[in-house]
């Protein structure tokens, strides 16, 4: 993995990171597994506290997901009755070759180490598997939520995604790009708790972590857009990239 102190800072906020993160459309999980039918093998890796391995257990397909922070591995199992997430990375992953119709990566897939990664993920899948990373991404078209990240120090903006990550090697076809809109409603709070899930927040010094903090209440108590609201509603751009395994 790459940045390894903050790929694995999540688990302290395992809890938080369940509650407040946003889900992924319907539309985004079925267009990532469209042709493979259901029930698929799915590996969700990198899962996390299980967001996307649920989206994909409601979509009536098998899953296994693929977890290396024990601390999000058991929020998972608590928020996910009957999984157990395997413990694991994208580079070394419990399982045979070719177990997976599909391997699927909810926002994890910019920590990976690409070189060792793709060379395992083509050994999961079956020939003609799919791999998808899938992200949401703020729509930072809004100037309020650009406002937002720009105070926050947050980093994963849609050219990113688009930009850096659209070629998976030589094991697998030409990748296809899907975009889905979707929003959440939060409070205030609940969206500067979201923010606190954040690897910079989580990993930033105490003195940091009150200058992000001050910074998103004065956001909300003072943008036009914002000030005296009780809730906002926060758009995403979720992003799927996808490609079939030759």
């Known amino acids: ?21 946003p889900r992924y459309p319907e539309a985004a999980v079925s267009w990532a597994l469209d042709g493979l039918g259901a029930p698929a093998r799915v590996v969700d890796l990198g899962a996390g506290t299980g967001i996307l391995t649920r989206a994909v257990l409601a979509a009536g397909h098998e899953v296994v997901p693929v977890e290396p922070d024990p601390g999000m591995r058991a929020q998972l199992a608590a928020a996910t009755p009957g999984v157990t997430a395997l413990a694991g990375s994208a580079e070394s992953v419990p399982l045979p070759d070719g177990a997976a119709d599909a391997v699927l990566v909810g926002q994890a897939y910019h920590w990976f180490d ?7 993920i083509a050994r999961l899948l079956r020939p003609g598997g799919t791999f998808a990373p899938i992200w949401n991404t703020r729509d930072e078209r809004v100037g309020w939520v ?6 926050a120090h947050l980093g994963d903006h849609a050219g990113d995604v688009t930009e850096k990550y659209g070629d998976f090697g030589p094991a697998f076809e030409a990748t296809e790009l899907g975009e889905f809109g979707h929003a959440t409603v939060l409070t205030p709070d609940e969206v500067i708790g979201m923010l606190r899930t954040r690897s910079y927040w989580l990993t930033a010094s105490a003195n940091e972590q ?7 209440q004065g956001l909300f108590a ?12 926060l758009p995403y751009r979720t992003f799927v990239i996808r490609s079939r395994r030759r």
């Open 210 to 216: 009150e200058q992000i903090d001050r910074g998103l």
């Open 146 to 151: 650009a406002e937002l990240s720009r105070i």
């Open 222 to 233: 003072t943008h036009p857009d914002l000030a005296g609201r009780d809730t906002v509603e």
């Open 1 to 21: 993995m790459t940045h390894p102190t903050q790929a694995l800072s999540f688990g302290a906020a395992a809890v938080e990171y369940d509650r407040f993160r």
């Open 114 to 120: 690409r070189e060792r990664a793709h060379p395992e």
